[in-house]
């Protein structure tokens, strides 16, 4: 899996931002049934020229749709959307079903799994409790969490638990939503003679994180990529790590502490 993908959530024309992302070297693509784009994206994936299994792409299978039967079905209709022979990766977007319709949607997304559907399944905004669910259920453990993660939001529990059993963390909202107007970011930004967004994106690559930076505008999604050639140094990270607001930092809706 590259260790950067394009978020492609709220844009409902995302073919654009998907080409250029592409073009400039970007091989993963981050969608969901939610956004209601896997149409474009499979679409751009095509008319880029590129291989399809040169490409990563995720979608993922929210609440209202949970339910062994149901999974089954909607991840049919996200082949036939993307018009793949398969999806690299497929999360539960999100934990608000329910013990009962988790598990049965996560056997189910294993079971598309084993038929070859789907690559690798995981999770999106789980807690360390949802998590255990899982490994209590007797169920392999899922490859991938995604969750809100940003400096004023850094979910440390979930990310340490996720370090100790090998679950990689995706960020979603790495950029804060445009909010760069915190001086100390601005200090680092204007230190290393980058944007504040390329400073996030670099953080979050420093941590080990996966960062899915969102953007609809094409030139922004080529910015938001040019970051290997600089480094974050200790006392910056350290600087930005200290910015962690816990659950009163997030900027979305985090349902992380759903029952």
């Known amino acids: 899996m590259p260790k950067l993908g394009l978020g492609v959530y709220r844009n409902d024309d995302c073919k654009p931002a998907c080409l250029a992302a592409l073009k400039d070297g970007y091989r993963h693509i981050d969608s969901a049934r939610m956004y209601r784009n896997e149409k474009q994206v499979g679409e751009a994936v095509r008319e880029s020229g590129i291989k399809r299994e040169d490409i990563f792409i995720t979608s993922k299978i929210a609440s209202p749709d949970h339910g062994y039967e149901k999974c089954l079905a909607v991840v049919d209709e996200s082949l036939l959307n993307f018009e793949f022979d398969y999806i690299d ?26 038929e070859g559907k789907i690559r ?17 259920a007797g169920l392999e453990t899922p490859a991938i969490n995604q969750i809100e993660l940003h400096p004023f939001c850094q979910q440390r529990p979930i990310v340490e638990y996720c370090a100790k059993n090998n679950i990689i963390v995706q960020a979603y909202c790495p950029l804060v939503r445009g909010k760069f107007d915190n001086p100390m970011l601005q200090a680092v930004s204007k230190k290393h003679s980058k944007d504040v967004a390329q400073v996030l994106v670099r953080w979050s690559l ?26 974050l ?8 790590d200290a910015l962690d607001q816990g659950k009163a930092g997030a900027i979305s809706w985090n349902p992380v502490d759903a029952a």
């Open 89 to 114: 990766l497929y999360l539960i977007h999100d934990p608000l079903a329910g013990t009962e319709k988790r598990v049965a949607t996560y056997r189910a997304l294993l079971e598309a799994k084993k």
């Open 120 to 136: 690798t399944v995981g999770v999106s905004n789980y807690s360390v409790k949802h998590l255990e669910e899982i490994k209590e």
């Open 206 to 231: 420093q941590k080990g994180l996966v960062p899915l930076p969102k953007s609809s505008q094409p030139s922004r999604v080529v910015s938001n990529a040019d970051v290997y050639d600089f480094e």
């Open 233 to 240: 140094d200790n006392g910056d990270m350290e600087a930005i």
